[in-house]
């Protein structure tokens, strides 16, 4: 049976960091929601908040067909994105995995700050525009660890993380 | 060490039969498939199809089938990718994600007689059935036939093995097809 491990959690708690660390690891491909994004956007021309938020839509489709795909051939993979609790009935429809869930969060705060950092990001993204936004959403508990069943290991990425010891525990898990 | 992930692309001109033949195929490989039409389906569904959305979604998804397909040969995945790939303009792509990592590539070309395909062509876009995204027009089948004969979705100039193959004429037996993709690149 493929195993799925999913990096869910807040924007800007280091998701990326990791899940591209466990997929090197393991040598899972990375299904990565704002890759996914970068590539549409670019290539539709994408502008404004509006196209954006569509674009959000487009891309979690996306996200699920090649998810559907790639379990459904029996690979596993990683896939990647603050998903809501909303998305365990999507990922309900997967064809069958192991589940490894890793929940990467951080204080509220310090999410915010780093929103307003990165914000020279891809035109898509909207950082600064929506770091108190997101900062109130993940206090409101917004983005908790899924209901996905399987295993799930917390992450908090307020103090600084070895990602490549992490990377290891993971694999240990997936093990 | 095992062996380098493979890439099969399936090609063809429209209405040739690609998309059925690629899906059964995949399956028998045991492989993951991208087609650009169903990227296109789900781009149309959030973006609709008025205007230039038709080319910018048609953009997208041949952009998100390159990415997606060599962030898994990265990973040591093999994959199917299909579409009706333009002869001309599809090429690099391809020959980017060849260069920059070991591979095996195995190019399926779906043809046939072309009054058949276009015949094919005009009973699909009357018919229906396809997402209503892609816009179809019977009236359409003339400019197929003119792309056809003008060689724009002929074999694509690629290495690697060329297997041809015409399932408008009749079926194909995919786990036969399977055998010679596994063999085809070795």
């Known amino acids: 049976m493929p195993l799925l491990v999913v990096v869910s959690g807040p924007p800007a708690a280091g998701k990326t960091t990791i899940a591209r660390a466990v997929a090197d690891r393991l040598g899972f491909p990375l299904v990565a929601k704002d890759a996914i994004k970068e590539v549409l956007g670019e290539a539709l021309g994408v502008r404004g908040r509006n196209e954006s ?38 990922f309900a429809t997967l064809p069958h995995a192991r589940v490894l869930q890793v929940h990467v969060t ?3 705060a310090l999410l915010r700050e780093r929103m307003l950092r990165r914000a020279g990001r891809h035109a898509v993204h909207y950082d600064a525009e929506v770091a108190d936004e997101i900062a109130e959403r993940t206090r409101a508990g917004d983005w908790p660890a ?17 990602v490549h010891a992490l990377a290891a525990r993971i694999a240990t898990m997936a093990a | ?13 429209p209405a040739s039969g690609k998309s059925r033949v690629a899906r059964a195929l995949a399956r028998e490989l045991e492989i993951p498939f991208l087609s650009k039409d169903e990227f296109k389906e789900r781009l149309y569904e959030v973006f609709g199809s008025d205007g ?22 990265d990973a040591g995945v093999s994959v199917m990718v299909e579409s009706n790939f333009d002869a001309e303009s599809d090429v690099e792509p391809f020959r980017d994600l060849e260069r920059e990592r070991d591979l095996r590539l195995v190019q399926i070309h779906c043809g046939g007689p072309t009054d058949r395909i276009v015949e094919h062509f005009a009973e699909r876009s009357a018919g229906g059935k396809r997402h209503p995204g892609h816009d179809d027009d019977p009236e359409d089948a003339e400019e197929v036939r003119r792309k056809l004969d003008a060689g724009l979705w002929d ?24 055998r010679r993709v596994r063999a085809s690149a070795r």
Do not use: K
């Open chain 1, 106 to 108: 951080a204080e509220p």
């Open chain 2, 155 to 178: 074999p694509l100039g690629l290495p690697g093995e060329l297997i041809s193959i015409d399932v408008v004429s009749g079926d194909v037996d995919h786990a036969q097809l399977a």
């Open chain 1, 146 to 162: 899924l209901p996905l069943g399987g295993d799930l290991l917390e992450v908090d990425t307020s103090s600084p993380q070895d």
């Open chain 2, 52 to 73: 230039d959305v038709e080319e910018r979604v048609e953009r997208a998804s041949l952009a998100i089938l390159f990415s997606v397909a060599g962030s898994e040969l």
């Open chain 2, 1 to 13: 060490m095992s062996d380098p992930p493979l890439l099969v692309v399936v090609t063809g001109p």
């Open chain 1, 53 to 90: 938020r569509r674009l959000g839509g487009a891309t979690f489709e996306v996200q699920f067909h090649l998810l559907r795909e790639l379990l459904g051939a029996g690979c596993s993979v990683v896939a990647e994105g603050n998903f809501t609790p909303a998305s365990a009935a999507n």
